[in-house]
């Protein structure tokens, strides 16, 4: 078993920046693929960034390509969402997520994919 817990979530003023932080326990980390995902109410769960177990693959939705940076540093068991130019449509909560399967393979944008997942942590954009 995973357990995953989010942090770094806030309230912030379009154009500012957060970093999210998503610490792993419980199993190896360092052999997990990481996402991120984030839901809007009313919306669903929809993805925004995943990175390889090594960190030298990464994939994004296009709506934060060039905002956004996740990263991961696996001898502290933490995967980061770096965001920056944040936008009052990028309020949501956000959720880490692991594939313990750990291969780059496969729908990595797809909430399927992944084995377990964190609590989530808010982030609100004002305008």
């Known amino acids: 078993q995973v357990q995953l817990v989010e942090s770094g979530g806030g309230l912030v003023q379009a154009g500012g920046s957060l970093r999210l932080s998503c610490a792993a326990s419980?199993?190896?980390?360092?052999?997990?693929?990481m996402g991120w995902f984030r839901q809007a109410p009313g919306k669903e769960r929809e993805f925004v960034a995943a990175?390889?177990?090594?960190?030298?693959?990464?994939y994004y939705t296009d709506s934060v390509k060039g905002r956004f940076t996740i990263s991961r540093d696996n001898a502290k068991n933490t995967v980061y969402l770096q965001m920056n130019y944040l936008k009052p449509e990028d309020t949501a909560v956000y959720y880490c997520?692991?594939?313990?399967?750990?291969?780059?393979?496969?729908?990595?944008?797809?909430?399927?994919?992944?084995?377990?997942w964190g609590q989530g942590t808010q982030v609100t954009v004002s305008s």
């Open positions: 997520a692991a594939d313990e399967k750990g291969s780059w393979l496969g729908c990595k944008g797809c909430v399927y994919e992944y084995d377990y």
């Open positions: 419980g199993r190896t980390f360092s052999n997990y693929a």
């Open positions: 990175i390889s177990w090594s960190g030298s693959n990464t």
